[in-house]
């Protein structure tokens, strides 16, 4: 069968005329403008406009060349079939050739741009939002699995009434019966927490930012549950008791390498495997390994004192060892060079009203000061030695309940005064890096919290506020 002469007969109508003997030499290259790169093995066919059943395939070689020779005169449909092509649910391109003479006819092929590719697929211009595409698959043996529900997630900001608010939007759908899955409506340059299940099977929390063109190929694995018991101190203020925390865990396999920007190593650097509480420091030369990881795709997280934080997808995929380097920014560089030396007399309301709840002293706080004395390269480090708190692996927070002996609820985290969801899904270190902090506030008993940072749930709140802080300390 030539499934891309589907349309060719629409496309071309005319047939030639005249004598066959006239023979030449077709032959281009098959780019893919999304990617930037030439395709390889990519199946170009050539047929006849008039007789569709008439035709010749060949392979494109690593530099996305392909060549056919021996062409007889006529009209002929050139185009390709990859899975580039098949992801996105969307026909070859197709080019109109007419053989005349013997001289040798070049006719390139390219996968159209993104701007096109979206507005193709989505029906919208890139301005509206991007495209996210792939196949669901399974994690254990990399097979495609249809069927697989996928859903992304993003933090949103929005004026309605000369008011600021923060939801949620969401985009939810599953994969096709060839595995194939495509997400509209994506914010462009924004952090996406994304995830995939299908019955018992399912990804971890995948975080990525959507590029600047408006599309992204992306694939997510997906593979079975497995958790383990861990036992960790029950309150943070005491080392006497301990609750027990399951956690995901499995035989996959995950090294790589933390470098500053001119290559060189960076030593020390904390590398943590998110949902797990996995972490491992990375050597001398700058490598680091971790062992006993859940299969699927999942996130993870590098660290620097003074270095810019970075989020990385990963996929952990059975038999196999998954690499991941990352390369850390020092965050000097980001600085202004006029440095501060003095503390500001006027300051924003927000942070006055914090002062004045510190002086009040009724929860725990954090000024720019103790901060800085910390030298904290997560949020929950912050709350290692906070009675009431349980820091449970992975960096999630816990508030004793008022209700039962050694009971724990989720606290309410706002930021920057507006409340925010998503503390079930992602921990608190992954929400928010504790460079950007100016100050923090947490309240562990409900009958502590302010007015405006209560909530139904009876459980206490962290309140955030970020910001650039008058002055900094770097190792």
Known sequence: MWRILATSALLVGATSAGAQDVRTTVSGTVYDS????????????LVRADRPGEGRTVSSDANGRFRFDGVAEGNWILGFLHPALDSLGIPSPLVQVRVREPQPIRANLTVPSPATLVKRVCGFPVDSGGLWYGYTRSAVDGRVLPEVTVQAQWSRIRVVRNAVTRDIPEVKGPSDEEGSFRHCYMPLDESVVARAWRDADSSGVVTFTMPAGGLLRRDIYVAPVEMVDRRVPADSGSVDSAIVVPLRTGDGRLVGRVTRPGGQPLKGA?????????????SDNGYFGLDSLPLGSHTVDARALGYISALRPVDIIG?????????????QVFLDTVKVVGRRVVDTPQHQDFLRRQRMGLGRFWDED????????????LFRMTPGVNVLPGGRLLFRALSGFQQ???????????????????????????????AMEAYTRGSQVPAQFQTMTGCGSI????????RRQFQ
Do not use: H
């Open 34 to 45: 999304v990617g930037r790169r030439y395709l390889d093995s990519a199946l170009v066919q």
């Open 270 to 282: 904390r590398l943590r495997f998110l949902e797990t509480g996995l972490e491992a420091v990375t």
């Open 319 to 331: 038999g196999k060892t998954a690499i991941v380097d990352f390369v850390l920014d020092n965050r």
């Open 370 to 381: 103790a901060l800085e004395k910390s030298r904290a390269l997560y949020v929950s480090d």
């Open 408 to 438: 724990y609820c989720m606290p309410t985290l706002f930021l920057d005064g507006m409340r925010m969801g998503g503390l079930e899904d992602l921990p608190l270190d992954a929400l928010v890096n504790v460079q950007d902090i100016r």
């Open 463 to 470: 309140v955030i506020w970020t910001g650039a802080r008058t």
